[in-house]
């Protein structure tokens, strides 16, 4: 099958070709790309598609999501900021769940910010209890990194007085009787063990949700970077797939305790194994894992000739990664290794340097700086707010950059990404460190083609070149052309995944 999109402004992200006006695709593949002259030639038994003079670019990569996190985020209680200021509030909306939830099924709410809360604190399981006795109540936390449960959902799930927390993790207690108080801090596997999974038909609706939303973006392709992801997630997101529900390609990192366990790819490279997932947190002053620890695992993963995408948001933890890269690469040099930091939220320009040096690339989230931006300058010690999310000394550095959202920490929309890293500017307009500014077509690069290079695909997608994946996003105009204030105020027209029309649902097809 045969499709020729024309009339277009080609935004090829190629330097050799960066500019076209139509593009000939068949079988899911770029074949030819040129004038609207030479490539309308070409038409006979094609389908057209007129794009009306908009601006088609490659598609979109989020090069770190948690998909399956995000899709239940869209059918649990939404308390983000956006929705809730107080914890008054977050019982109300909890009662009103609870209303329409059998006693005794799960309530699942995400994305509270104890900082946005008017109490200016965490909920405890006394707050929760106070809305919602007779139902379990897992509410997450906007990090993704901690949960509060109430009364009878910590009973469920087996954390009492006597429950030790595992490395890394903390529990708050109540300081007179030493019972829990609620809030659990990286505990995840302690309770991804212990509350039943959401079940597979409601999973189904909710990943169907979460891959419209990521079409109706421009994303055409994203990279699952969840820390715990292992064989039963593969066999999760295959069958997501292969059923329909989820309809852009995944490439799932391998979390570190299942290193090996997952095989190349599977369903033509729809789906694909990625990096190895390392998290490195910071409680206090410890980071976990220890630092000798971390170098094993890196150095484990490096001897077997993969890469390794190591999460480091303090810049002790960049600092302990760096390290890690560092002595593994030392003692096993290998080039084109395409380690990853993602995050990397401060950052010195030494350490920039030392990034650069070691070819790591970093993997960061720009739209942090739109959401939290406001936060971050009333939060961020004085002296890291130059280094905050440093993209203009990570790209001096020679670094390469690539941009995720890492949603359902924050919604995944790649324009909006793009717009902030070029304004640095938060929702209410105050910009962070300007000299990090990127330039527009920079931004561009960290949602496409450097996107797919952080994950060994560039060979495959992040440009419009022949031999490459048909994917493509349309927007209403050239990023480059409008405001920077207002790139995110562009229309995603149409979002194209392997040649065919995949958002919106119904096509604008001409012969
Ligand atoms: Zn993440």
């Not at 063990?193 to 990521?214: F, K, M, T, Y």
């Not at 960049?318 to 084109?336: G, L, M, T």
């Not at 959401?371 to 707010?385: F, I, K, N, T, W």
């Amino acid at each position: 099958m045969k499709t020729i999109f024309h009339n277009a402004n080609v935004i090829t992200m190629d330097d050799a070709r960066p500019r076209a006006e139509a593009v000939a695709v068949e079988n899911g593949r770029i074949t030819a790309l040129g004038s609207d002259a030479d490539i309308l030639a070409l038409k006979s038994g094609a389908s057209l598609v007129d794009c009306r003079g908009g601006a088609l670019l490659p598609g979109f990569i989020d090069a770190h999501i948690h998909l399956l996190a995000y899709a239940v985020s869209l059918i649990s209680v939404d308390c983000s900021p956006a929705a809730v200021s107080s914890i008054a509030d977050i019982q109300h909306a909890l009662r009103r769940r609870a209303a329409q939830t059998p006693a005794g099924r799960w309530v699942r709410a995400t994305g509270y910010d104890e900082t946005a809360l008017a109490e200016r604190r965490h909920p405890t399981r006394w707050d929760l209890d106070a809305a919602v006795p007779d139902h379990p109540v897992r509410l997450i936390h906007r990090s993704g990194h901690a949960s509060v449960l109430n009364s009878l959902a910590l009973a469920l799930a087996g954390v009492g007085i006597a429950t030790e927390e595992p490395p890394g993790g903390y529990m708050e207690r109540d300081l007179t009787t030493g019972e829990p108080a609620g809030l659990l801090i990286e505990m995840d596997a302690l309770l991804d063990a212990a509350i039943p999974r959401i079940d597979d038909a409601e999973l189904a609706r909710a990943v169907h949700q979460a891959s419209d939303n990521l079409l109706s973006e421009g994303v055409t392709a994203v990279q699952d970077a969840t820390a715990t992801n292992g064989p039963d997630e593969w066999q999760t997101f295959r069958r997501l797939i292969v059923e329909g529900h989820l309809r852009l390609p995944v490439t799932v990192f391998e979390g570190y305790e299942s290193l090996g366990k997952l095989p190349r790819q599977a369903l033509g490279g729809r789906l694909r194994r990625g990096p190895v997932k390392i998290a490195v947190s910071e409680l206090g002053d410890e980071i976990t894992p220890a630092e000798d620890d971390l170098g094993d695992i890196v150095w484990q993963a490096h001897r077997r000739g993969r890469q390794v995408a190591i999460h480091a948001i303090g810049q002790r933890a960049v600092h302990a990664a760096v390290r890690a890269i560092e002595e593994a690469w030392r003692r096993k040099p290998r080039r084109d290794h395409r380690h990853r930091i993602e995050h990397c939220g401060v950052c010195s320009p030494d350490l920039a340097k030392r990034i650069g040096a070691l070819g790591i690339a970093v993997v960061s989230q720009p739209s942090f700086l739109y959401h939290s931006g406001e936060r971050y300058l009333a939060q961020v010690p004085r002296e890291d707010l130059p280094h905050l999310y440093p993209f203009g000394d990570l790209l001096r550095a020679g670094v390469l950059l690539a941009a995720g959202s890492d949603a359902p920490v924050v919604p995944p929309r790649p324009l909006l990404g793009i717009q902030t890293a070029v304004t640095r500017a938060g929702r209410l307009g105050a910009v962070l460190s300007p000299q990090h500014s990127l330039d527009v077509a920079q931004a561009l690069l960290m949602h496409t083609r450097d996107a797919a290079w952080s994950a060994f695909q560039d060979d495959e997608r992040g440009s419009i070149e022949p031999g490459k994946r048909a994917d493509f996003v349309l927007l209403s105009n050239d990023p480059a052309s409008v405001p920077p204030d207002e790139i995110a105020d562009l229309d995603v027209e149409m979002t194209v995944v392997a040649g065919q029309i995949a958002w919106p649902p119904s096509s604008r097809r001409s012969t």
